[in-house]
T-cell receptor, first 114, second 112 residues
Framework: DGGITQSPKYLFRKEGQNVTLSCEQN?????MYWYRQDPGQGLRLIYY???????QKGDIAEGYSVSREKKESFPLTVTSAQKNPTAFYLC?????????????FGQGTRLTVV | GQQLNQSPQSMFIQEGEDVSMNCTSS?????WLWYKQDPGEGPVLLIA?????ELTSNGRLTAQFGITRKDSFLNISASIPSDVGIYFC????????????FGAGTILRVKS
């Protein structure tokens, strides 16, 4: 089945550690996105990529890093520099064309710093 | 920062009521999308709008792309308990290519 898969669903991290969240899609989408959601809040864009080996910072990129070595994969690393990393992280993908940007989301990863 | 104003922030529904929410902006959008998110899950796409003035339905849901391309509304008719959740609007900004901007969401709750 075509879709977008995030793993793991739940992740615990000790303070000071980096952690990488996985996002894989088999929809043949060019564009991929990472969003952060805090309780009762909307979605804030961390990074997005419209093509392999290229990505742009979103509104809250500090303390995060990404890579886009393959079309299917867009992993997000939450570094120790992110001061408040506990949140729900959502990955999405879409066709990269103007006017047709139906983004589809994964099930999310809930990261908790302990 | 956010460039979409979504309202209301939250609302209570009684089964059978019609519900309406909207998003406005000072920017021009190419695309408007409406999503629903259940607790602990990713948002699910409900309706996509691509042309100014376009009116699209999906079952009990109806959404419209504003003529000025700066706003959109979503209506839910004859609401049922499973309609509760968070509804987000999202738009593709003309000046930002494919970048999607999200509203802060409308929380739909059931009156007890």
């Amino acid at each position: 089945d075509g879709g977008i898969t995030q793993s793991p669903k739940y992740l615990f991290r000790k303070e000071g550690q980096n952690v990488t969240l996985s996002c894989e899609q088999n929809l043949n989408h060019d564009a991929m996105y990472w969003y952060r959601q805090d309780p009762g809040q909307g979605l804030r864009l961390i990074y997005y990529s419209q093509i392999v080996n290229d990505f742009q910072k979103g509104d809250i990129a500090e303390g995060y890093s990404v890579s886009r070595e393959k079309k299917e994969s867009f992993p997000l690393t939450v570094t120790s520099a992110q001061k408040n990393p506990t949140a729900f992280y959502l990955c999405a993908s879409s066709i990269a064309s103007r006017g047709r940007t139906e983004a589809f989301f994964g099930q999310g990863t809930r990261l908790t710093v302990v | 920062g956010q460039q979409l104003n979504q309202s209301p922030q939250s609302m209570f529904i009684q089964e059978g009521e019609d519900v309406s929410m909207n998003c406005t902006s000072s920017s021009i959008f190419n695309t408007w999308l409406w999503y629903k998110q259940d607790p602990g899950e990713g948002p699910v796409l409900l309706i996509a709008l691509y042309k100014a003035g376009e009116l699209t339905s999906n079952g009990r849901l109806t959404a419209q792309f504003g003529i000025t391309r700066k706003d959109s509304f979503l209506n839910i008719s004859a609401s049922i308990p499973s309609d509760v959740g968070i509804y987000f609007c999202a738009g593709q900004l003309e000046e930002y290519g494919n970048k999607l901007v999200f509203g802060a969401g409308t929380i739909l709750r059931v009156k007890s």
